[in-house]
């Protein structure tokens, strides 16, 4: 039996629940909360009568208005393609030049690109574009497949390393993980890569590594390490790296062989999306 008693200090009845000497006190809940309350449950009984609100086994409860969000966002988007269809029919039956060289056209391009940059691409490349490490940087002037307005609707087009006939594809060996050269002589390539890029490297290690490297890496990366677009072999003499540029980084690169993919976007974008997404890369991220 709870032990109820009336709180001497404040007048007030206990509830009985007693802990290290202090007594709760059994004060009343304020009006004006307990109208909120009550005016909530009101609210929610007529949500559940007027709205779709309870699901059941094959379906759910329509209410008394039908409202269906999803037959609402069907619906904006059937206008939305009929608005867009009328722009996107003219870039159908244009070029990617003439896109780029008719400022209405290209205006629409841009907007619809940007749009679609932000939902498919920005994950990997950035909101801007600038990419990350492992994600290439869209905003400068190395292109490891090309910069052109074709080059770059071939790669967004197909993909890299996708599978899909026709991708972008290289692949740069895993001279430490698969055993084809010695911890050594990754070490000694490491800094004649460095060497390539024109900073401070070891002198007997470039001295040793320079055979080497003609026998193993000239054939993709070109002899004076400049690489080659048509293979997708990086460029070694500037500053920009995709994997980064510090002797760790490189050594990995050496020793595991990377390589990321890029989806196929022909398959999940029509062919004018994909012409508004060439467009937006080319003129916003240092197209050649």
Not at 4 to 31: Q, S
């Amino acid at each position: 039996m709870s032990d109820r008693k009336i709180d001497e200090h404040t007048g007030v009845e206990t509830t009985g629940h007693e802990w290290d000497g202090i007594r709760e006190l059994d004060n009343p809940l304020p009006r004006w909360w307990l109208w909120v309350m009550w005016a909530s449950v009101a609210f929610c009984v007529v949500y559940w009568i007027l709205m779709p609100a309870w699901p059941g086994i094959n379906g759910y409860t329509k209410g008394l208005l039908g409202k269906s969000d999803r037959a609402e966002v069907a619906q904006d988007l059937t206008e939305f393609k009929q608005i867009r269809g009328k722009e996107a029919a003219k870039l159908t039956n244009a070029s990617l030049e003439q896109i780029e060289a008719d400022p209405q056209l290209q205006a629409y391009a841009l907007a619809l690109g940007a749009s679609v940059f932000g939902d498919n691409c920005a994950t990997c490349h950035g909101t801007g574009g600038a990419g990350s490490k492992g994600y290439p940087n869209l905003r400068d002037d190395v292109w490891l497949w090309g910069g052109s307005l074709e080059d770059i609707h071939h790669t967004i087009e197909v993909g890299v390393r996708s599978g899909e006939d026709g991708a972008r594809l290289s692949q740069m060996p895993a001279f430490g993980r698969d055993q084809m050269l010695q911890p050594a002589q990754i070490d000694d390539l490491t800094e004649y890569v460095v060497h390539l890029s024109r900073r401070k490297a070891d002198a007997a290690a470039v001295a040793r590594a320079s055979t080497l490297y003609q026998e193993q890496c000239a054939a993709c990366h070109a002899p004076d390490g400049t690489g080659a677009q048509a293979m997708g072999a990086p460029n070694l003499t500037d500053a920009e790296w995709l994997y980064g540029s510090d002797r760790e980084d490189i050594k990995a690169q050496i020793w595991n062989g990377r390589g990321g993919v890029m989806p196929t976007w022909g398959k999940r974008l029509d062919p004018e999306t994909i012409k508004a997404l060439t467009v937006y890369v080319h003129a916003n991220a240092g197209g050649q």
